[in-house]
């Protein structure tokens, strides 16, 4: 069955820099992508981003521009989100999920990781 | 970027009842709207896809509809497991969540 395991909780200081993994398992790696998302206490959720598995073609939102970095390696089948220059406000469980394209501007979630949580603060 | 608002933020219902959450879109995004179900503490779980279509798995009480701007997910009959959060997602652009609709037990 489709699996996606995360890497564990984090606590960092502001400034620095988290580094999450997703290691998927039992589907064909390279054949969809990977998104993140993530959640801060008690608010909805935010796209963050994704790649594509295939081709290492990333697309970020907006507003993390800049300081988010998403990789794969596809050897471990394994997905990595890193963010920079960590604030209070990056305090959040970051989720990563399978993306499902199904044409040029179609795209789902259907599987998820269980999420990680970063916790920034001094 | 494109906004996606969601209405309401939160709502009452009672078991067995039939609601509806609506989502509209800050430019047309044709079909290209999924919806989401979160239940506390838990990830996200897709229900509906391209706007209409009930992924696998899920429930035929759950239904999406809706073209261009203004979508609707309903459930035609309230369960208890069916209290939750909803947020609807368009991956026309850059996958923007809305802000969510929250179910609560009246």
């Known amino acids: 069955q489709v699996q996606l395991v995360q890497s564990g909780a984090e606590v960092k200081k502001p400034g620095a820099s988290v580094k999450v993994s997703c290691k998927a398992s039992?589907?064909?790696?390279?054949?969809?992508?990977i998104g993140w998302v993530r959640q801060a206490p008690g608010q909805g959720v935010e796209w963050m981003g994704r790649i594509s598995t295939y081709n290492g073609y990333t697309k970020y939102a907006q507003n993390l521009q800049g300081r988010v970095t998403l990789t794969t390696d596809t050897s471990t089948s394994t997905a990595y989100m890193e963010l920079r220059t960590l604030r209070s406000d990056d305090t959040a469980i970051y989720y990563c999920?399978?993306?499902?394209?199904?044409?040029?501007?179609?795209?789902?979630?259907?599987?998820w990781g269980r999420g990680t949580l970063v916790t920034v603060s001094s | 970027d494109i906004q996606m608002t969601q209405s309401p933020s939160s709502l009452s219902a009672s078991v067995g009842g039939r609601l509806t959450i609506t989502c509209r879109a800050s430019?047309?995004?044709?079909?290209?709207l999924n919806w989401y179900q979160q239940q506390p503490g838990r990830a996200p779980k897709l229900l509906i896809r391209?706007?209409?279509s009930l992924q696998s798995g899920v429930p035929s009480r759950f239904s999406g509809s809706g073209s261009g701007t203004d979508f609707t997910l309903t459930i035609s009959s309230l369960q208890p497991e069916d209290f939750a959060t909803y947020y609807c997602?368009?991956?026309?652009?850059?996958?923007?969540f809305g802000g969510g609709t929250k179910v609560e037990i009246k």
């Open positions: 430019q047309s995004i044709s079909t290209y």
């Open positions: 039992g589907y064909s790696f390279t054949s969809y992508g």
């Open positions: 391209a706007a209409s």
């Open positions: 999920a399978r993306v499902v394209d199904y044409d040029s501007s179609g795209y789902y979630s259907d599987h």
């Open positions: 997602q368009e991956s026309y652009s850059s996958l923007t």
